[in-house]
């Protein structure tokens, strides 16, 4: 008798046990339905990069002195700086530029070295090609405009969470003309200057 | 200092040069050395023009400037050095096109160079149309 009783007792704990390890399993699940959704339906909608974004580097042929600072600073002396010194005009004729962005870790100390800023970042991060050769850029393909976001007409940007409107968690139909959380730099800069006159006043006094 | 005073010393002859009036000196100086610069690498149908045409860039394109315009490879490549002012020292901007498509991105051009002289400007439309990969192969 006590035999069956201890069986049942045993069986009666075993499946409270297996239920509370079910539902320390699901709330896991279930915790996602509170958190923020954070999907974006690429290639339909992509993500605004941010300010700093260090994408593809854009060069322009025309400013380049041929200095060859950029592949100083290079980790791995990687930009590709084909010049010949012109002996009628002394100068340094720049024949063919390249960046090879198969093996750029896009760093950007060239771009933050560049003294005639001929070269800059772009927010262009779709490098995808079937053969590595083909990332190896010259000057005629470093200076096409970028691709942005924000331009193509197919695309739907979203914006990332720090860019949202206070209390908002989702980049997904945002009303037209909402703007981020705080202000601008600008607008801090312009009240810092109409709260100066005034800052002075109260100081005189 | 032995290059300093030869460069003073090649200065008045070149100064008197740049000095002239704006289209003396490109039609009768730049447009010919242009030319045989471009001719010494290969280039044998170049049709140089100077004429003030409207920006062939779309967005632009209302703005009338000086421009030189060049065309070769049976006219389906041309280039065009453009300029803002009628000064060789003012605003100049390069656009390009390949195929007898229309040029569609504004470069500047010697923008960052104090001296304009007929040599430099020679220089920088070479290395540009070089840089294009229209003179030779990469």
């Avoid at chain 1, 009628?88 to 771009?111: A, M, P, Q, R």
Wanted: charged content about 25%.
């Amino acid at each position: 008798m006590m035999k069956f009783l201890k069986q049942v007792i045993d069986y009666t704990k075993e499946a409270g046990q297996a239920a509370k390890y079910i539902g320390q399993g699901l709330s896991v699940t279930f915790d996602h339905m509170s958190r923020r959704p954070v999907t974006v339906q690429y290639p339909y909608e992509k993500l605004i990069p941010s300010e700093r974004f260090r994408g593809r580097i854009h060069f322009e042929f025309d400013k380049c002195i041929s200095c060859e600072v950029c592949v100083r600073v290079c980790p791995i002396n990687l930009p590709v700086v084909d010049w010949e010194f012109d002996r009628e005009t002394k100068k340094k004729k720049l024949n063919h530029y390249s960046i090879d962005f198969g093996v750029c870790i896009f760093c950007g100390n060239c771009v933050e070295y560049c003294p005639t800023n001929c070269l800059s970042m772009t927010e262009e991060y779709e490098l995808s090609t079937y053969d590595r050769h083909e990332l190896n850029y010259d000057n005629v393909a470093l200076g096409r405009l970028p691709y942005k976001v924000t331009q193509d007409p197919m695309v739907t940007p979203i914006r990332e969470l720090g860019y949202l409107p206070k209390g908002v968690v989702s980049g997904h139909d945002l009303p037209a003309g909402s703007r981020g959380a705080g202000k601008l730099p600008e607008e801090i800069l312009a009240q810092m200057e109409s709260d100066a006159p005034k800052e002075e006043a109260k100081a005189a006094e | 200092m032995p290059e300093e005073k030869k460069a003073a010393a090649a200065k008045p002859k070149k100064e008197k040069l740049e000095d002239k009036p704006f289209q003396e000196f490109i039609t009768e100086h730049l447009l010919p050395a242009i030319n045989a610069t471009l001719g010494k690498v290969g280039i044998n149908d170049l049709d140089l023009t100077f004429n003030k045409e409207p920006l062939p860039v779309a967005g632009v394109s209302d703005v009338d400037c000086w421009q030189i315009i060049g065309k070769f490879n049976g006219a389906q490549r041309q280039f065009r050095i453009g300029f803002l002012k009628e000064d060789i020292k003012g605003q100049k901007f390069f656009c390009c096109a390949d195929n007898g498509a229309q040029p569609s991105l504004l470069e500047s051009f010697m923008i960052d160079e104090r001296r304009v002289t007929l040599d430099l400007i020679v220089l920088y439309t070479v290395q540009r149309l070089n840089g294009q990969k229209w003179l030779t192969a990469n």
